[in-house]
């Protein structure tokens, strides 16, 4: 039921997204390139295929960091490859037509976007090739297993932190006052439904003059966009007091933009680990706080529960939630935190 409410919810948020303005045209994206193995490959060990949704990013560089630790540890040949932006989806449909086409064992897939590659994976899974998703799962079925984060309870965190903080600054439950957010790929059905759990806590419980700017801004999974998405959102609304990253980058960009504007009053809550939202968290003139998952756990159980999987061993849940973390300046250089930290 409770995917059910976050399908709806997210189907009624996407309708509202809008782009920001790009100060140039951009070339076009690149393809993504051909497979790399990671470590050393030899033969007669299973073939693992990894396929991220943004090489670009340093969350997905944690994610190939993970594989190779893992592949090394468990003893199989890892190769990956990815897009070159979260809203290319033709490209990872096309690296799931290589794999299949290199003798993949399994393919660990974090799908860019959850429609358009739904009839993909199923050919891929009824060709025999195993597939577990990691991050973000799809409209299908037709796959082995899930590792991700519960998203939509990781939007109502980051609501609850972002209320915390405005309170905790000194900002009146009486007064009105504005909250702004940026999401990444409007396709990502991981991102839409942290979006939708936001939105749900907040609507429940935040002061009632206390609300979320209806523009909600969109940068399609590039970071140059999520910097000109910030600033037009702090252009347009001057007197806006907290925002919302729904993904890394998006984080980053409104971190860029709270520095360089000196925005010391604006509160930030974003997602995963940058060195733009630490400097925020670890400094005494501004307040920010981001959701930490563990992406590196995601991929390093996903490639041992592959190797099971091309084993024979079948597992009966198709969901795994990872968990989150909060992050913010009363708890970064705890031991947990910093152990976490240590693979972001």
Partial sequence: MKRLVAAVLCLNIT??????????KKPAVEPAPPFKAVG?????RKDIYLIVKNLGSSYWQVIIDGAEDAAEEFGCNMYYSGSNAESDWRSQERLLDEAVEAGADAVLLAPNDAVELAPKIDEVHDAGVKVVLIDTTANTENYDIC???DNLMAGQLAAKEMLKQLKNSGNSLADPLKVGIQVGAQTSLSINE???GFLQYWTRNAPVDWVIVPDIKCNDGDYEKAVTCAAELF???PDIKGVFGT???SGKGFAKEIKKRGLNDVVLVSFDYSQEVAELI??????ASTILQRQYHMVHTGVETALSLTAGKHFNEKFVDTGVVVVNRNNM???EIQEILSHS
């Fill in 15 to 24: 309708a509202g997204l809008t782009g920001c303005q790009q100060p140039q």
């Fill in 40 to 44: 050393d490959t030899v033969s007669g």
């Fill in 147 to 149: 590792y991700m984060t």
């Fill in 194 to 196: 942290r979006l939708a």
């Fill in 235 to 237: 252009d347009e609304e």
């Fill in 247 to 249: 993904n890394n980058g």
């Fill in 282 to 287: 670890q400094s005494d003139e501004y307040t």
């Fill in 333 to 335: 250089q705890t031991a």
